[in-house]
């Protein structure tokens, strides 16, 4: 099992819709997922409430000792994915989450207040040497602020531009609240819209940073295999009998 979690100081980041968004992009690119909720504002409770489908389970955990036996407990069960959600701040719950995460996403707005925000974030993931990415979300559709604010996250991480930060940007658009609200993910409210196209492109890039693979595609190996091994034997007793038949 992969563990992402979202996490940065600055409270109206995006935290919570992003990890709705990339839940269903997940599920819909066949990986099994479960939502971690460590945030006792309950923005993912409640829009599980508004939901219809049971599906991706939002489970609250917010007690930082319960988080490690948890998601131990989760990737015993089988299950390929799980996304973390955590409170603006830093508390002990936010600490254990990235301790124990395969990849933290920092989600930052273009703006001066929220860049400085990301730095006790950065510092947690540092400290633990745990794979970490910055997401600029809420971003106009374009601008010298995009470009200022990505160069600045890179400065403050030390480390190539390329290597720090998720492609797509995140525009601010009115399709994510509208899905908020309505209990759906914008890839489910709004399917062939900007919006999705952004946050199954985020998806892509962390499937390519973690090296993901779903059961569906490896299901899809395995039976290329199979078919490949079989035609190598056919193919191998055709040429058996071949060869007894001039003998």
Request: proline letters at 4%; charged letters at 20%.
């Amino acid at each position: 099992m992969h563990t992402i979690v979202l996490a940065t100081q600055k409270g109206g980041s995006g935290k919570s819709t992003l990890a709705i968004g990339l839940a269903l992009a997940a599920k819909q690119a066949g990986f099994s997922v479960r939502l971690i909720e460590t945030d006792p504002q309950g923005t993912l409770s409640n829009w599980q409430r508004r939901r219809t489908e049971t599906e991706p389970v939002v489970e609250p955990i917010y007690q930082a000792a319960n988080i490690e036996p948890r998601l131990k407990m989760l990737a015993s069960s089988g299950l390929q994915l799980a996304i973390v959600d955590t409170a603006a701040g830093l508390s002990a719950a936010t600490t254990a989450a990235i301790r124990h995460s395969d990849l933290c996403l920092i989600p930052s707005r273009p703006t001066v207040a929220d860049i400085e925000a990301t730095a006790s974030t950065l510092s947690v993931a540092r400290a633990w040497k745990r794979p970490f990415g910055f997401v600029l979300n809420q971003t106009p559709i374009r601008g010298q602020r995009i470009d200022h604010a990505a160069n600045t996250l890179a400065d403050e991480a030390a480390l190539e531009l390329a290597d720090v930060l998720a492609r797509p940007l995140i525009v601010m658009r009115n399709d994510h609240q509208d899905a908020l609200a309505a209990g759906l993910a914008v890839s489910e409210f709004a399917p062939g819209s900007k919006s999705a196209d952004e946050i199954r492109g985020l998806w892509q890039w962390i499937e390519t940073r973690l090296n993901l693979s779903s059961t569906t595609n490896l299901l899809i190996d395995q039976v290329i295999s199979a078919a490949d091994g079989m035609m190598h034997a056919a193919a191998k007793i055709a040429s058996n009998d071949a060869a007894t038949l001039t003998s």
